[in-house]
């Protein structure tokens, strides 16, 4: 079991990722801050090529396309499968600075059925 926001719980999503379809021309340097866990405020980040996680890794990105914000609360709910972070974003849950666009371009693929199968195989390896 890998603890939500460790470097092992974003080896492991990476891992289990393997598999997406590709999506030409969807590309994204996304960094994350998610505030307020019982281990203070947790950095990470992730690099999306053409539709594919190929890099993930907890700490500081440089020269994101964009970051994700939201508090533990709201990243628990988007992990455990309660809460659509599409929804989240719409909702000001998650707030994005930065290239909009570019986080525009992804949203298709958090509705897809491969992403949404991805997410309940990485909640079935999580532990909070």
Do not use: H
């Not at 190929?54 to 709201?74: A, K």
């Not at 909702?91 to 600075?97: D, E, I």
């Amino acid at each position: 079991m890998a603890k939500y926001l460790t470097q092992d719980w974003l080896d492991e999503g990476r891992r289990l990722a393997a598999d997406q379809p590709e999506r030409p021309d969807v590309s994204a340097r996304i960094q994350y801050v998610v505030t307020g866990g019982p281990d203070g405020d947790v950095r990470y980040w992730w690099v999306v090529e053409d539709g594919r996680l190929v890099e993930s890794q907890i700490g500081e990105l440089d020269d994101p396309d964009f970051s994700l914000t939201m508090t533990y609360e709201t990243g628990i709910e988007i992990a455990r499968g309660q809460l659509d972070p599409n929804v989240a974003f719409m909702q000001g849950r998650m707030k994005c600075a930065g290239d909009v666009g570019k986080l525009m371009q992804l949203i298709p693929i958090t509705g897809s059925p491969e992403y949404r199968a991805l997410q309940a195989k990485i909640r079935e390896t999580l532990e909070f």
